[in-house]
């Protein structure tokens, strides 16, 4: 679908979403957003078209994957770039986000807190996400166990891990999904190296954070694969992690919402979408270009500072993680048309249709579950645990 039609058809569904996000941000609900202060630049902006890259991605995979049974790399570069170049710069986000955290040497580290925020903004969706997964696979195991229960409690254990792997020997299990899950395995990782990172900073300096630097650029060209893990996908996170320094110098000494300056993101933003070799060095280079341009406030023509941007990246989680399960659920649980008796051109049609049901049901979401339960992550600490299991002093 690398053809103008596709291109259109795209741009399409991703207005549909812009029209829809800011007729949810007039809603009572989401009423908080307009008074909340814009923390990062047009980071928060930028999740949302992130995350919908990389259903956009999914959406053309599950076309392919009905057609030959293999779920596998799309033929068009347009669609392939979609959703590597929109994980890669998630990754930079959660790099650029965290290590501004702990950098400063002048501010002490509440690691309970840190770690706290990270369990209930990511495992309350994860865990809903994990209960719809289960139901689709056991309906199509006519709701029998195939397995033995403590083959089945070691399925479960694994992705709780972000591992992920077969349920009940259904095959189709990650692909429900649309097997994102894994990047919540790096996320983790780099969550676990936030203590390696700042006791380096803080007693060996600079030098440290270089050193990590480049470790992190020749694990890149040279990839080292450690269990589940591999290294290749650490130099995002070192990127997102640079860019904070970089983009305080940049405000210092560029008009970073200039016309100019956009242009050259929307610029970067083309060749990153229409690039043949993804996720090469200059590819990432390119992408590293943007992310820094974007972290130092650039809002790409105010694009991404507008009502409706602010609102995707606020239900950017729930898009990105719930997009496969809306997928799974229309095209092959109900499936109202056999995928593989349309043509790629006419599956695509129906790309702004299931758009507005996934942002639909992702702000749902958000407010039944993310919200929720970000606000009890906030109340949550050690005294109410003391208080809620450990008996009373009776006076």
């Known amino acids: 679908m690398e053809n103008l039609q596709g291109f259109l058809i795209t741009i399409l569904s991703l207005f549909t979403c812009m029209v829809l996000g800011f007729t949810l941000s007039k809603t009572k609900k989401f009423s908080y957003l307009s008074s909340r202060n814009n923390r990062f630049g047009a980071i928060d902006g930028i999740r949302g078209y992130l995350a919908l890259s990389v259903f956009f991605h999914h959406y053309v995979i599950t076309y392919y994957w009905k057609l030959n049974q293999v779920w596998q790399r799309p033929p068009e570069n347009f669609f392939q770039n979609l959703g590597k170049v929109g994980v890669a710069i998630f990754f930079m986000i959660t790099g650029f986000l965290f290590f501004s955290r702990i950098i400063n040497k002048d501010r002490a580290v509440n690691w309970f807190s840190l770690y706290k925020s990270r369990i209930f903004r990511i495992y309350p969706l994860y865990l809903f996400s994990l209960c719809a997964i289960s139901f689709f696979v056991f309906s199509a195991s006519s709701f029998e166990v195939s397995v033995s229960a403590k083959h089945l409690f070691k399925e479960y254990v694994k992705w709780m891990f972000f591992i992920g792997g077969t349920i009940n020997d259904v095959s189709d299990t990650k692909t429900i999904i649309a097997g994102v899950d894994w990047t919540l395995k790096y996320e983790w990782l780099f969550y ?73 993101s929307l610029f970067l933003v083309a060749i990153l ?123």
Do not use: Q
Not at 206 to 211: A, D, E, P, Q, R
């Open 192 to 264: 676990l190296m936030l203590p390696i990172i700042f006791c380096l900073n803080r007693f060996v300096g600079k030098l440290g954070l270089i050193f990590l630097g480049l470790v992190a650029v020749y694990t890149y060209i040279y990839p080292i694969r450690v269990g589940y893990f591999s290294s290749e996908y650490l130099i995002y996170f070192a990127i997102g992690a640079a860019a904070y320094p970089l983009s305080a110098y940049i405000n210092a000494y560029l008009n970073y919402d200039h016309l100019l300056v956009s242009t050259l």
């Open 273 to 395: 979408l229409i690039y043949p070799h993804t996720l090469d060095s200059f590819h990432v280079i390119m992408m590293a270009a943007l992310f820094i341009l974007v972290a130092s406030g650039n809002s790409i023509f105010g694009i991404l500072s507008a009502r409706a941007s602010v609102l995707l990246g606020e239900i950017s989680y729930s898009i990105y993680l719930l997009h496969g399960v809306v997928l799974y659920f229309i095209f092959t649980y109900w499936s109202p048309t056999k995928i593989s008796n349309l043509t790629l051109s006419e599956y695509a049609l129906f790309l702004p249709i299931v758009s507005f049901v996934v942002v639909v049901i992702s702000a749902i979401t958000f407010l039944l579950i993310e919200r929720p339960a970000i606000k009890a992550g906030k109340n949550f600490t050690l005294k109410s645990i003391k208080g809620r299991f450990l008996p009373r002093k009776v006076s």
